[in-house]
């Protein structure tokens, strides 16, 4: 009897032990892509959304002319925007007080869409897209400026990603545009915990809040999907899987395993020895 009660009780503190690790099934991206890497004919892919204008947004606005003693007075004094990066939420007092000086320098739209302009005063720019932008501004700028140029781009695009990432918090975007894994590889991937079949997207539009649900895995579900493509302040959320439960301590996984080893020693030695 003891052999039998060594032996099921070795089977059942492995079979735990392989529970707590995360199947490789769950961790892979991309499970359904075809093995021809080529024959992509046929794949459809979602599009890129244009970001517009919209309350609360933050506008870097730059403008130039034939003259350009004549364009510095449509620049705010300190014409030095820094260029927002991939790095993750500020933590240190610089950082903070180096961005809240940034969107200083901006211009705020506010709650009906307007900025207050140099000389032109307010300006409606709800719904439009930078360029479309640019262009409403050069034409209110030509009684005042012979060829004038004007570069608009926003200061406070950014995502957030949270869950089990390696480094979450929340990113600017330089170039306004983002996909959600170019996200995740800003956040350093997704842990072995991290839930792939459900990551989740929340998105604000129009006061109205919609979640997405994406299956990583599945690349179909991926590329396809409204939100493959991220739009300003969206958060990305990633659940952690049931594996996490069993791994939340290491030192107590790394004991459960010794203590196995341990005991699939004595049964051998049980079942030699016909203790």
Known sequence: MKPNYLHSL?????????ASCAS??????FQNISNNVRDSAGAVTASSVTPTIEPDDILMINVNGANPAAAAVFNQSANSYN??????ASTTTEDLYGRAAQ???????DKNGNINFPLLGRLNLQGMTLIQAQDTLQSRLLPYL???LAN???LNYKITV??????PGTFTIPNQQVTLLQALGM???MTIFGKRMNVLVIREKNGKREIGRINMNDSQSLFTSPFYYLQQNDVVYVQPSRSKLWNMDQTATRNISIIASVLSALAVVATVFKL
């Open 103 to 109: 969107y200083t320098l901006g211009y705020l739209v």
């Open 10 to 18: 070795c089977l059942l503190i492995l079979l735990c032990v392989f």
């Open 24 to 29: 490789t099934k769950h961790i892979a991206y």
């Open 152 to 154: 608009i781009r926003f």
């Open 83 to 88: 260029s927002p990066s991939y790095t993750g």
């Open 162 to 167: 949270l869950g089990e990432v390696e480094h």
């Open 187 to 189: 956040a350093g991937d």
């Open 146 to 148: 012979k060829d004038p």
